[in-house]
Structures are given as C-alpha cells and as structure tokens.
C-alpha cells in the first residue's frame, strides 16, 4: 500500500509538471505571436530587424503612479554648511519614444548639470577635489521595462552604435557611456552627466514622467559634503495616437510612403532624422527640410490644427509645469509661436531648432543680466557665475512649478518655493523700504535675521549693483 501511494505521488507531481510547462509554452508563444502582429500589422515584410524585435524583452504594461504625499523636503541647515549644491534638469523635459522597431524620434537620453558652491565672502564655485555622485529614486535600470529594450535591441540600425543594456547614448561625448548611476563629469564649473537612459517607469512598474534625481557630493576623503535632489523629467507620450490611431507610428510611415514615395515601412525601425535633421541628435540639415520644420509646418496645413499638447507630452505629463508660464494648454505659443510660425522661421533661416530659441528678455524687459544675448538660457550665467538655472530650475520648470521635486532645492535651502535668494521667501508683499533698513536686518556677517543671500554668502553687503540682476526695490514682472 505504502509503494502504491509512493508511485501515485510520484506521477501526480510530474504531470503537474508537465501542466506547468505546457501553460508556459502557452504564455510564451501567444506572447511572441501578439508581438510578431504588432510589428508587422502595417508591414508588406517581416524584415530581419522585425524579427529581431520580435525577440526584444517586453516587460510589464506599466500603470500611473497613484498621488501621494509629496516626500518631505530634508532641509539643509544653510548657516553652518561648508558647501551647497544646486543641480536641474538641462531641458525641463526629455522625450523618448514609447517604441523603437517603427518611428523612431528620440533615445532615452536625460542630462543632469550641477554647481557646488564653497560659502563664504565671497562664495566660490567650485570643481577641484571633489565628486559628484548621481542615481534616481525607485530607478536602477530601463532595459526589460516596456518596450524600451528595442532600443538596445535596435541602437546599431538606428544610431550606428552598439549600447550596453542600461548604458545610454552620449553625443558630447562617445567614448563615455553612461548609466542610471554613476559619477558626473567634471567641466570648467559644473558637473554634468550626459546621455542618462532614463525611462518614466520606475523599478515598481510605476509610469511618471517626474523622476527625481539624487545628487551626493564627497570630497578627497569620500565624505559627503553636501546633497539634494532634482526633478529628472522624462516622459514617452509622444502622443501622436489622437489623429494617427492605435498604431501611430505605422501609420505615420505608411502615410509617409504614399506622399513622399518611400520606402519607410519595409525598412522599420526608422530612424526620422537620419533625414531630416535634427541639431538635438547632431544630424545637420540636408536637402529636405529640418525635421522641427517638417512637423510643424505640415501639421500647421490640417483643417483642424493640432494643439501643442496633442503631439507634445502631453495630457499626463504637462511638459511645461511653472506655475508663472503655464497654462492648461502648455501656454507654449506664447514663447514659441504657433506651428506655422515654428515653420516659417525654420524655413526662413531665422531659426535653427534646439540652437535658437525664445528669450526670457522678450517678456522680462529692463532688468539687468535677463537678456543673455545668443547664449540659451540654460546655458547662461548669472549672478557670480552661478547659472541662471541654479537659481531659477530648468526651463519650462522655472520654480515655483506645480511638481515638489522641481521646488525640492528651494524648499531645501530657504523653505519657500520661490527663485533661490528672493525676498518672497520671506517677505509675500514688500521687498523692504531701501538699503538702510535691509541693512539693518539683514547686513553684515551676524544679522538680525539671515536671509536666502546666506545660502551662498557669508556676509551680505548693501550695494545693491553687485546683487542679482541689479536688484530693485519693487516687484518685477
């Protein structure tokens, strides 16, 4: 009896095996056919590519992030710091493609600058001897996230270039690859970490275009010095799907084909600027038109005109989030034009995508140090050599934003969500009656009350001519 039920035992455990397996095989192959007529839906040929494609690692449809408390803000103690640091976002967002075995527009490609500052009178910016230190909360790799694995999968074909799985693309510099952690390079006075292959999916499969970065600077010995956090935007919803359907980017080839007479289906992945250029890949322009100029200019001739945000992220995303440029909309015609005035200047020579852009001196009239002349914003230097990002946050995220990680190094250095140094951190209707009674309060190197100029200095004069922007004693547009 004893070996009958041994035996029974023995054969019941492997035909669960057996079931197992078979469910598995099952999961599998339906998994590989739903892939396999994804890529090939709009396609006359199933390409060498799309069959490597049909072998990319799709990982797990993501959700939204659900709302939650902001994290609180760890506050730095300012007064008795030796050094400080600020750190932004180069753009204010990055956009990647959701998929790349069809259309491809951009990489996975997120950049984060950094300014150290040594307090003291005066403050010093400051790169020797020290390292700087990035990762990203809740996001160590992206390759099995989505489908952006395609773009390792498919990096050769589309950038000339084999990329290891979570190393990312670096047009400033190839011979480095970066990663989702790592230390950032030393410039003339700041640290960079460029190319970062970032993705909106964290390593809980939750989807939010608001990745916050963590920044550690250590000196000689690796002692932390100073730290903070900094918004990582990136989002994929390129959202091209409410005119060109479920299928976007096939469709987007195949109405390519027919207008144009090419050939863009049978060649997927495709990658756009290998075309049209596009300065933010480093591909100049050729004989057809910049590809900024292409879109715009050939969505600006539909009968009903597509709105920013329709194409751009988008209605999850709100590319542009400071609450004193933004909009329901983006407000993005304001500073940009409408898309036929994105075209026509393309077109016309007056500008060139990614290199010239609009200027916050169009709005910001009369105020010292605003204009920047042909140096882009996130570029510039203001104040002491401080970038203007330093201060203000990344362009279409200047503070305050609707987004506490865009506000972290406000709220982290002075408790308000204002531009690092301003009297409203403070002060909500008055800047004060003039340099005497500023003075009084606030001058010197023991004030009666230390103010946001403390974050970098040590002792605050009262000439006004060397503050920010030539400070004035009213409120500014």
Same mark, same amino acid.
């Given at each position: 009896m004893k070996?009958?039920?041994?035996?029974l035992?023995i054969?019941?455990?492997?035909?669960l095996?057996?079931?197992?397996?078979a469910?598995?095989?099952?999961?599998?192959?339906?998994?590989t056919?739903?892939?396999?007529?994804?890529?090939?839906?709009s396609?006359? $040929?199933v390409?060498?590519?799309?069959?490597?494609n049909?072998? $990319?690692?799709?990982?797990?449809p993501?959700?939204? @992030?659900?709302?939650?408390?902001?994290?609180? +803000?760890?506050?730095?103690?300012?007064? &008795? $710091?030796?050094?400080?640091?600020?750190?932004?976002?180069?753009?204010g967002?990055?956009?990647?493609?959701p998929?790349?075995d069809?259309?491809v527009?951009?990489?996975?490609y997120?950049?984060?600058? /950094?300014?150290?500052?040594?307090r003291?009178?005066?403050?010093?910016?400051?790169?020797?001897?020290?390292? +700087?230190?990035?990762?990203?909360?809740? &996001?160590?790799?992206s390759?099995g996230?989505?489908s952006?694995?395609?773009?390792?999968?498919?990096?050769? @074909?589309l950038?000339?270039?084999?990329?290891?799985k979570d190393?990312?693309?670096n047009?400033?510099?190839?011979?480095v690859? %970066?990663?989702l952690s790592?230390?950032?390079?030393?410039?003339?006075?700041?640290?960079?970490?460029?190319?970062?292959?970032?993705?909106?999916?964290? #390593?809980? %499969?939750?989807?939010?275009?608001? *990745?916050?970065?963590?920044?550690?600077?250590?000196?000689s010995?690796?002692?932390v010095?100073?730290?903070?956090?900094?918004m990582?935007?990136?989002?994929?919803?390129i %959202?091209c799907?409410?005119?060109?359907?479920s299928?976007?980017?096939?469709?987007?080839?195949?109405k390519?084909?027919?207008k144009?007479?090419?050939?863009?289906?049978s060649?997927?992945?495709?990658?756009?600027?290998s075309?049209?250029?596009?300065?933010?890949?480093?591909?100049?322009?050729s004989?057809? !038109?910049?590809?900024?100029e292409?879109?715009?200019?050939?969505h600006?001739?539909?009968?009903?005109? !597509?709105?920013?945000?329709?194409?751009?992220?988008?209605d999850?995303?709100?590319?542009s989030?400071?609450?004193a440029?933004?909009?329901?909309d983006?407000?993005?015609?304001?500073?940009?034009?409408d898309?036929?005035?994105?075209?026509?200047?393309?077109?016309s020579?007056?500008k +060139?995508?990614?290199? &010239?852009?609009?200027?916050?001196a169009?709005?910001?009239?009369?105020?010292?140090?605003?204009?920047?002349?042909?140096?882009?914003?996130?570029?510039?230097?203001?104040?002491?050599? +401080?970038?203007?990002?330093?201060c203000?946050?990344? !362009?279409?995220?200047?503070?305050?934003?609707?987004?506490?990680?865009?506000n972290? *190094?406000?709220?982290?250095?002075?408790?308000k969500?204002?531009s690092?140094g301003?009297?409203? /951190?403070?002060?909500?209707?008055s800047?004060?009656?003039?340099?005497?009674?500023?003075?009084e309060?606030?001058?010197?190197?023991?004030?009666e009350?230390? &103010?946001?100029?403390f974050?970098?200095?040590?002792?605050?004069?009262? #000439?006004?001519?060397?503050?920010p922007?030539?400070?004035?004693?009213?409120?500014r547009?």
């Amino acid at each position: 009896m004893k070996k009958s039920v041994k035996v029974l035992t023995i054969l019941l455990v492997f035909a669960l095996l057996l079931f197992f397996s078979a469910c598995q095989n099952g999961v599998s192959s339906a998994t590989t056919i739903e892939t396999s007529a994804q890529q090939t839906a709009s396609s006359e $040929s199933v390409t060498e590519t799309t069959a490597v494609n049909q072998t $990319s690692t799709i990982g797990e449809p993501p959700t939204i @992030k659900p709302v939650t408390s902001p994290e609180p +803000v760890a506050k730095t103690d300012v007064i &008795n $710091s030796e050094y400080i640091v600020f750190a932004w976002n180069d753009l204010g967002m990055h956009c990647l493609n959701p998929t790349y075995d069809t259309a491809v527009i951009l990489p996975p490609y997120n950049t984060i600058w /950094a300014q150290v500052i040594k307090r003291g009178n005066p403050p010093q910016i400051v790169t020797e001897s020290l390292t +700087v230190e990035y990762s990203f909360v809740d &996001n160590t790799y992206s390759y099995g996230k989505a489908s952006y694995g395609q773009f390792w999968d498919n990096a050769q @074909k589309l950038f000339g270039a084999t990329v290891e799985k979570d190393k990312g693309l670096n047009l400033k510099d190839p011979s480095v690859s %970066n990663g989702l952690s790592g230390t950032m390079a030393v410039e003339t006075d700041h640290f960079e970490v460029v190319g970062v292959p970032l993705t909106p999916v964290d #390593d809980s %499969n939750f989807w939010s275009a608001y *990745q916050v970065a963590k920044i550690v600077v250590k000196d000689s010995s690796g002692s932390v010095v100073a730290e903070t956090r900094a918004m990582a935007p990136v989002s994929d919803e390129i %959202n091209c799907a409410k005119c060109h359907g479920s299928d976007a980017f096939n469709d987007i080839l195949s109405k390519h084909d027919a207008k144009n007479n090419t050939t863009l289906v049978s060649q997927k992945p495709v990658l756009c600027a290998s075309c049209h250029g596009d300065p933010a890949l480093g591909s100049p322009k050729s004989e057809v !038109p910049y590809l900024s100029e292409a879109i715009h200019g050939f969505h600006a001739t539909l009968s009903t005109v !597509p709105a920013c945000y329709d194409c751009h992220p988008g209605d999850k995303t709100k590319c542009s989030r400071s609450i004193a440029h933004s909009d329901q909309d983006g407000n993005c015609v304001t500073c940009h034009g409408d898309l036929s005035q994105i075209a026509d200047s393309i077109k016309s020579g007056t500008k +060139v995508p990614w290199v &010239n852009e609009p200027k916050c001196a169009t709005c910001h009239e009369g105020i010292a140090e605003v204009d920047t002349g042909d140096t882009l914003y996130r570029n510039a230097i203001g104040h002491g050599g +401080v970038y203007c990002a330093s201060c203000h946050s990344s !362009p279409h995220s200047m503070v305050p934003t609707t987004q506490q990680a865009d506000n972290y *190094q406000a709220l982290q250095y002075q408790g308000k969500a204002v531009s690092i140094g301003s009297c409203a /951190a403070c002060h909500p209707n008055s800047k004060g009656e003039g340099t005497n009674d500023y003075g009084e309060v606030h001058g010197g190197s023991n004030p009666e009350t230390y &103010n946001a100029c403390f974050i970098c200095h040590t002792s605050v004069n009262t #000439d006004t001519t060397k503050w920010p922007h030539g400070f004035q004693w009213k409120q500014r547009p």
